[in-house]
């Protein structure tokens, strides 16, 4: 079993930033892809960013390119989601996941493990 538990939400200004922690503990974390995904109130949960389990290799939404970066620590078992540019419309929960095989994929069914979601609101 894997436990994600996501961190640096907050309030934050229209063109401001923030930056999210994912923290993975439980069974040996080895190679887990990541990725996070976002829901907004009355919206279905999308896609974000996702990293495969080397780092080497970044998959974004249209949305979100060259806004946000997703990153891995070192030892690989923190995940990091930076926000700049954030806009009203990025308010939303923001969720962790974890997914047994190591490609990134944007697709929510190939992720094993959800944390419970750190909120996000954008003030205009």
């Known amino acids: 079993q894997v436990h994600l538990v996501e961190s640096g939400g907050g309030l934050v200004q229209a063109g401001g930033s923030l930056r999210l922690s994912c923290a993975a503990s439980g069974r040996t974390f080895s190679n887990y892809k990541c990725g996070w995904f976002r829901q907004a109130p009355g919206k279905e949960r999308e896609f974000v960013a996702a990293?495969?389990?080397?780092?080497?290799?970044?998959v974004y939404a249209d949305s979100v390119r060259g806004r946000f970066t997703i990153s891995r620590g070192s030892a690989k078992n923190t995940v990091y989601l930076q926000m700049n540019s954030l806009k009203p419309e990025d308010t939303s929960v923001y969720y962790c996941?974890?997914?047994?095989?190591?490609?990134?994929?944007?697709?929510?069914?190939?992720?094993?493990?959800w944390g419970q979601g750190t909120q996000v609101t954008v003030s205009s």
């Open positions: 996941a974890a997914g047994r095989s190591t490609i990134a994929s944007r697709t929510q069914s190939d992720y094993d493990y």
């Open positions: 990293i495969s389990w080397t780092g080497i290799n970044t």
